[in-house]
């Protein structure tokens, strides 16, 4: 089960900085995936992590800028995300993929366990 704890603050001018943080319960090695959805978009991935914590995948739009991280004893996974654009505003979600390892495919029907969303806004 993936439960999403929203940090304190989700709306920040550009080229600011924001760190979102997912609680996750249950089995700590599964794939853990950022995804976020903006108003009258898909949803889209932006980075996966797997079990190892080295096998990392990035939305080239984010590349760069972007970090994934996870803390299997915090059971905690944490997207920081610096150099923020307007077109970075969305939904952001964090989901779980019940696999070790996180292919590049972005198959969100893969992941079956979703966090409820936290919005991130950046301002011109």
């Known amino acids: 089960q993936v439960q999403l704890m929203e940090s304190a603050v989700g709306s920040v001018p550009a080229a600011g900085s924001l760190t979102r943080t997912c609680t996750f319960t249950?089995?700590?090695?599964?794939?853990m995936g950022w995804f976020r959805q903006a108003p009258g978009k898909e949803r889209e991935g932006v980075a996966t992590?797997?079990?190892?914590?080295?096998?990392?995948h990035y939305a080239d739009s984010v590349k760069g800028r972007f970090r994934i991280s996870k803390d299997n004893n915090r059971q905690e996974v944490y997207l920081q995300m610096n150099s923020l654009k307007p077109e970075d505003t969305a939904m952001y979600y964090c989901?779980?993929?019940?696999?070790?390892?996180?292919?590049?495919?972005?198959?969100?029907?893969?992941?079956?366990?979703w966090g409820q969303g936290t919005q991130v806004t950046v301002s011109s």
């Open positions: 989901a779980q993929r019940p696999r070790f390892f996180c292919s590049a495919d972005w198959e969100i029907q893969a992941y079956n366990a």
């Open positions: 249950g089995f700590t090695g599964y794939c």
């Open positions: 992590i797997s079990n190892d914590l080295r096998t990392i």
